[in-house]
């Protein structure tokens, strides 16, 4: 079976980084509603954003153990929300849109137990661990702590760019790679050209495989 790996550009703040990343082809985009990152957009900007997004380009939203009420009101210009605060199962199966479980790589984690735990969760996505900051650190991790088989589909994060993608793709074989400051001059200002270089090097990840399928 040929699958292709989904791309997640995250952290959009201007109408130009939306357009740019559409037009590379991206699956996804991502806009932060956490206050606390130098991303943060408020809901009266994620309306104007999101309404760029065209048909079958997911919109996604996250936030930070935020208000639900908050987390409504934005609601209505999301797909699918994306956890990555402490939020529980209880708390996250309460939301009114799909979600994602973000999870950070702290030394310890059982995937298999997150898995089980997040059982509504679209997927996972895994990021890397800083103590204090809930996650856009730059940051790789230690691939080789993704275990192989996991209940749920795997979302690469955690200091991606067009440099490393391809061999992140290589070692985890996720469903989807998601990828912020790798694709910025400045945080929240995306750069096209590296938007660009960043699909073309997921796209290329993979000829073998797709050609063996054709
Ligand atoms: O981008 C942020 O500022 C942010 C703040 C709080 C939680 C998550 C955040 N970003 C997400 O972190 C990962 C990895 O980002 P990076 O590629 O390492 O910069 C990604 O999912 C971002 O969406």
Redesign the pocket.
């Known amino acids: 079976m040929l699958q292709r790996t989904r791309v ?1 550009i ?2 959009l703040t201007r109408e130009a980084d939306v357009d740019a990343a559409v037009a590379a082809g991206a699956d996804a985009l ?1 806009f ?1 509603m ?1 206050p ?5 957009i408020d809901p009266e900007r994620l309306a104007a954003l999101s309404a760029r997004v065209p048909a079958f380009v997911t919109r996604v939203g ?1 936030f ?1 153990d935020q208000d639900p009420a908050l987390i409504g009101r934005c609601a209505e210009h999301l797909d699918l929300l ?1 956890l ?1 605060g402490q939020e529980s199962p209880e708390f996250c199966a309460s939301l009114p849109r799909p979600w994602i479980k ?1 999870l950070r790589m702290r030394e310890g984690l059982d995937l298999h137990a997150a898995a089980a735990d997040y059982t509504g969760a679209r997927a996972l ?1 895994l ?2 661990y800083k103590p204090g ?8 991790f230690d691939w080789s702590r993704i275990p192989a088989s996991l209940a749920k589909p795997v ?1 690469l ?5 067009a440099d490393n993608v391809g061999q992140a793709i290589a070692a985890v074989q996720p469903f989807a790679v ?7 001059h400045a ?2 200002v995306k750069d096209p050209a590296k938007i660009a270089a960043f699909l073309r090097q997921v796209l290329l990840s993979h000829p073998i495989q797709a050609q063996a399928t054709l």
Request: charged share 15%; with cysteine; net charge negative.
């Open positions: 997640k995250c952290g991502g932060v956490w606390g990152s130098k991303r943060g996250l930070v994306q990555h973000a996505l990021d890397a900051v809930p996650g856009g650190t730059g940051e790789t979302i994060a955690g200091g991606l760019s998601d990828v912020s400051g790798g694709v910025e945080p929240g």
